[in-house]
């Protein structure tokens, strides 16, 4: 047997590398970890495009797990969305700490840009939609959801003011949508910063608000009672 050169070992006394152990998850953590899998794939190829293959495949699972814990694309995605719009409406509700109610509407306008800074997949898919049934979930049912908690406080500022309380659902509609569709915008072009945003969203909305008219009229109508006189 010739001799091996100084420092080599013969192959059959190299050990193999140990190999790595995968850790078990738990359900919830399974779940969690599908959940994260699919918003990150709903928001990048829409809901058509996503399959539970390349659900199970980035999640290293098989299609039986993905099915286990959601019956299916349909369960997943809506189970996505029911968690972010839990998400966006619990950053608001944490984000009312009181005040004025200028000052409540600033924190509800932050709190919702904040939301679309840090969970932009999230905010991607509750814009969308899915087409797929209410059972999911709109961005429109978030929406009033929110448009409810604005509605409480626009209706303390109406009763100081004597303005008609009835109101107060429509203007909180008006002022969610505003923030919304900024915020959708602001997605895409981030700038000015977010509490720039902030202060022009609420600069509008409060100054238009304190300086309401109490019988609002078109501008027509007014021309038209001016003519007739």
Not at 198 to 215: E, F, I, K, T, Y
Request: charged letters at 25%; one cysteine or more.
């Amino acid at each position: 047997m010739s001799a091996l050169p100084v420092g080599e070992v013969p192959a059959r006394e190299v050990a193999d590398p140990p190999r790595r152990k995968r850790s078990r998850m738990t359900g919830p953590q399974r779940r969690e970890q599908l959940l994260d899998v699919g918003r990150s794939l709903f928001a990048e190829r829409g809901f058509d495009a996503t399959s539970v293959e390349e659900v199970a495949h980035r999640a290293d699972v098989s299609k039986p797990v993905v099915y286990a814990h959601f019956g299916g694309k349909e369960g997943l995605y809506g189970a996505v969305v029911e968690r972010e719009m839990t998400r966006l409406l619990q950053m608001i509700n944490d984000a009312l700490s009181g005040g004025h109610p200028r000052e409540l509407l600033e924190q509800a306008a932050r709190a919702f840009l904040d939301y679309v800074e840090q969970c932009t997949d999230g905010f991607r898919i509750l814009v969308k939609g899915s087409g797929v049934g209410s059972a999911t979930g709109t961005l429109t049912t978030l929406l009033d959801q929110v448009a409810a908690r604005v509605e409480e406080i626009l209706g303390r500022g109406f009763t100081a003011r004597a303005y008609d309380q009835t109101l107060a659902p429509m203007y909180a509609q008006m002022l969610v949508g505003m923030v919304a569709f900024t915020g959708q915008w602001w997605l895409d072009v981030r700038t000015p910063g977010r509490d720039d945003v902030v202060a022009h969203v609420v600069n509008l909305a409060w100054n238009g608000l304190s300086r309401l008219d109490s019988q609002p009229k078109l501008a027509n109508d007014e021309n038209a009672t001016t003519e007739s006189a």
